[in-house]
C-alpha cells in the first residue's frame, strides 16, 4: 500500500499561525430539504498553512511564480520523482522558552544521509523529520518542537543541480523568531519546491517515489496537498500486472 502523507482533515482539527479553523464546512444542498436538489453538496474552506501545503514562489519572493508555475513543465517535476525520507536519529536540540529548536547543519545533514544510505550525495528530492518525532494529542508534528535547515544545509543540497524539491513534517522551513528574513526559503524556493506539515510518523525511513501535487489555484501563493509516497517494489509489481 501507498503512505498518504496528510491526515484526515476535519473541521475540529487546530489551526496554526493564529489563522483559526484550518476546515470548515458550509451546506449548500441538503438531501432533507424538499427546496433543494436530491444532493448533498457543501462549500468547504481550507487554510493552507495548517494542513499539508506546497509553498509557491509568490510566498515569499516577490517577482516569484504562484502555485499555477508549479504546472509548468520548467516545474511539473518539482511535484512527483524518486525522494528521500530521511528521519534524524540523533537530533541535536537547542532549548527556547515555549519550545525548542533543531538546526540541521551540512555536516550533520551529510552523516546522516550516509547513515540511511551508504552514501553521501545529496537527494534529488528530500523530505526531513525525526526517528523520534515529538508529536501532539492530534498525531501531528508538535509546532513547538521547530525542525529546519541551515543555510549551508541548504547550500549543500542545491549543489546538486537536480535538486528541486524539499519536504518537512514540521510547520515551516524557517524558524527566525523576530526576523522577517526567511532565508532557507528564499534559498529553496527558485528552484526547489517547498512542502510542510507532512504526516509521516508511520512512513519507515527510506527512498521512496512521491506524488505531491496540489490543488492548481491559479494566483495562490500556497495551495494543500495530499502526498503519497509508493515503494520501489510497489511500482514495479504493478507494472508488471
Known sequence: MPYVLSPLIRPDAPGLWAEGAPYSVEPI?????????????DAHRLAPHSLPHVDAPSHILEEGGDVGSYFTPERLGNLYGPV????????RWQD????????????TLRAEILRATGSEAAPDKLILTF?????????????????????DAADWLLANPRFDAYLTSWKST??????RKRP?????????AV?????????????????????????????????????FDELAAAAER
Do not use: M, W
Not at 444542498?29 to 453538496?41: C, E, F, K, T
Open 184 to 192: 532557507i526559503h528564499r534559498k529553496l524556493l527558485p528552484r526547489a
Open 29 to 41: 444542498y441538503d438531501l432533507g430539504n424538499p427546496a433543494h436538489p436530491p444532493v448533498r453538496y
Open 174 to 179: 524557517d524558524f527566525q523568531p523576530g526576523s
Open 131 to 151: 526517528a523520534e518525532l515529538p508529536v501532539t494529542a492530534q498525531g501531528q508534528h508538535d509546532p513547538a518542537c521547530a525542525l529546519t535547515l541551515a543555510e
Open 84 to 91: 528521500l525520507l530521511l528521519k534524524l536519529a540523533a537530533p
Open 195 to 231: 512542502f510542510e506539515c507532512l504526516d509521516v510518523a508511520a512512513v519507515p525511513e527510506g527512498r521512496y517515489f512521491l506524488c505531491a501535487f496540489p490543488l492548481p489555484l491559479a494566483g495562490a501563493s500556497e495551495a494543500p496537498v495530499c502526498p503519497v509516497l509508493f515503494s
Open 96 to 107: 527556547l522558552a515555549g519550545g525548542r529548536h533543531c538546526c540541521v547543519d551540512a555536516t
